[in-house]
Each structure stands twice: as structure tokens, then as C-alpha cells.
């Protein structure tokens, strides 16, 4: 996946996660962050990385996400893995 399609795809993720009323509190409990800080992140490649980051820590919420978008399960993980940080290593 291209970085640009990546970071489509976190804006998704944002999107999708400070809409659902369950996750909203989880997510913005546990990363700390304000809406302001949400909103500027929105253009951040890093925190971008940090929401499919949190994201990708829950199956069910990745299935929810994907079906919602019209995504592939695996979109998120490869979106991740085009943002900072998000090499692979490879064990071959």
C-alpha cells in the first residue's frame, strides 16, 4: 500500500473510531488525547500510525471498521505497515 492510501485509510480509522460511542472514550482515554489533539493529528503521519496502532489491537473492532468502509480485513494492517514505524521485520 502507498502512503498516501495509508493515511486515507487511518483518516477512516479516525473518523469511524471518534464516531462510534462505545470506542470514542476508549481511544481517547487511552491515547490521552483531546479532540484538539485529535484534530491536529489528523495531518500527522506519526499519529495517524497511532490509530491504526490502537485500532489493530482488537479483531472485532477491525472487522467493524472494514465491513463499515468496504474494506479488506488485511487494508488496516497494511496501511500501518506504509506509515512510520511500521516496517515489518523480515525473519527469511
Not at 480485513?73 to 500501518?80: G, K, S, V
Request: glycine content about 8%; overall charge negative; aromatic content about 8%.
Amino acid at each position: 500500500m502507498q502512503r498516501e492510501s495509508a493515511e486515507t485509510t487511518a483518516l477512516l480509522a479516525l473518523a469511524w473510531l471518534l464516531g462510534n460511542e462505545e470506542l470514542n472514550p476508549v481511544f481517547l482515554g487511552s491515547t490521552g488525547a483531546s479532540l484538539e489533539d485529535v484534530k491536529n493529528g489528523a495531518l500527522d503521519a506519526d499519529f495517524l500510525a497511532s490509530v491504526l496502532d490502537f485500532l489493530l489491537m482488537d479483531d472485532s473492532w477491525i472487522i467493524a471498521f472494514c465491513e463499515s468502509e468496504g474494506l479488506k480485513y488485511e487494508d488496516p494492517l497494511a496501511a500501518r505497515q506504509a506509515l512510520p514505524g511500521g516496517n515489518m521485520p523480515n525473519w527469511t
